[in-house]
């Protein structure tokens, strides 16, 4: 999932580039993540049941820092949201190949 939001950087809103980047790059601690994950629940905050690509976005990129979460949600109903959430917001479906074959396994 991670990979995928990499191949379309420049695609996602900023904020949401910069904490995809941040948490691949360098492994976010579980308290930076969770960090991350609010301070992204937040820029969506009132607007989540919305379809525009920004509120998509940012919601896929949630998906992916859950990593070292406490509860961490099924990974079936993680891998399926992001997926979603991916091709709702239009991006670009090549980038989903390493992760539809996760899926699938």
Do not use: K
Not at 16 to 30: D, F, G, K, M, Y
């Amino acid at each position: 999932m991670s990979r995928a939001l990499l191949q379309v950087h420049a695609q996602l809103p900023s904020h949401v580039a910069r904490a995809v980047s941040t948490s691949i790059n360098e492994p976010l601690e579980r308290s930076a993540e969770e960090s991350t994950r609010v301070a992204l629940w937040n820029s969506i905050a009132g607007r989540e049941q919305e379809y525009s690509p920004e509120v998509l976005c940012t919601r896929a990129a949630i998906c992916v820092l859950y990593g070292s979460a406490t509860n961490q949600p099924d990974p079936a109903d993680t891998i399926e949201c992001f997926l979603g959430f991916f091709r709702a917001a239009g991006l670009a479906e090549s980038a989903l190949s390493g992760t539809q074959s996760i899926r699938e396994a």
